[in-house]
């Protein structure tokens, strides 16, 4: 006959091994999540690292650029992103420069000259010309339209228009950057998406919240 007490001490010993594995397994689970969760937060810290590093265009001159290309993220959080400094390239067949202060056209000081009349553009795609030269985007062919009829005095038209932008982010720029150029006049570019999202958002998830693997 077997011995009952026999049988119960290897049923005992089997359901601790099973409890015992079933711990192992689930310490081992817990250290991989936790090491793909620091994975992930020192990857994205490296990626936004490289983006904010982009201080040049590194593509030669003439090669044909897409947005992504010509802009990186702004350090200031309510613009977002911005151009990069000294783009020298072909946007949508197109020349396409951007001056050391990060915007389309010529460069100005930021010091107004007398007999100077200066005005600032904000605005998106429409004012920063997509599709277009430098010298025919429409605040360029202001500038020059005014410098013609008005010849008594210097005006300066600045583009601060970037594809994308909305009233929120122009209004960033202007608080930031627009005013330092003392603007006697600004002008607003306003169009229906304007009132939506930017083409792009810096969106960060938490990386330790326990409502998902």
């Known amino acids: 006959m077997s011995d009952p007490g026999q049988s119960v001490r290897l049923v005992g010993g089997y359901g601790t091994l099973v409890a015992l594995a079933a711990s192992s397994i689930l310490v081992v689970l817990v250290c991989v999540e936790i090491g793909l969760r ?9 990626g936004l690292r490289d983006l904010e590093s982009r201080r040049e265009f ?3 001159l003439g090669a044909k650029a897409s947005l992504g290309d010509i802009i990186r ?11 990069i400094p000294g783009v020298e390239t072909l946007y949508k067949g197109q020349p396409l420069s951007v001056n050391e202060a990060g915007f389309r056209g010529r460069h100005y000081r930021k010091t107004k000259l007398p007999r100077t009349v200066r005005i600032v553009g904000l605005g998106d795609s429409v004012m920063f010309g997509s599709g277009v030269a430098d010298d025919e985007t429409y605040l360029a062919r202001l500038a020059d339209n005014l410098n013609e009829r008005f010849s008594q005095v210097s005006w300066e038209v600045i583009n601060t228009g970037v594809p994308g932008y909305n009233t929120t982010m122009e209004v960033a720029v202007l608080e930031s950057t627009g005013l330092d150029y003392e603007p006697d006049l600004v002008l607003i570019g306003f169009v229906s998406n304007d009132f939506g999202l930017p083409n792009f958002i810096l969106y960060r998830e938490d990386p330790w919240t326990l409502t998902r693997s």
């Open 38 to 46: 620091v994975y992930t937060v020192l990857a994205e810290e490296a």
């Open 58 to 60: 590194a593509s030669p």
């Open 73 to 83: 993220p702004s350090s200031r959080r309510a613009v977002v992103y911005e151009l």
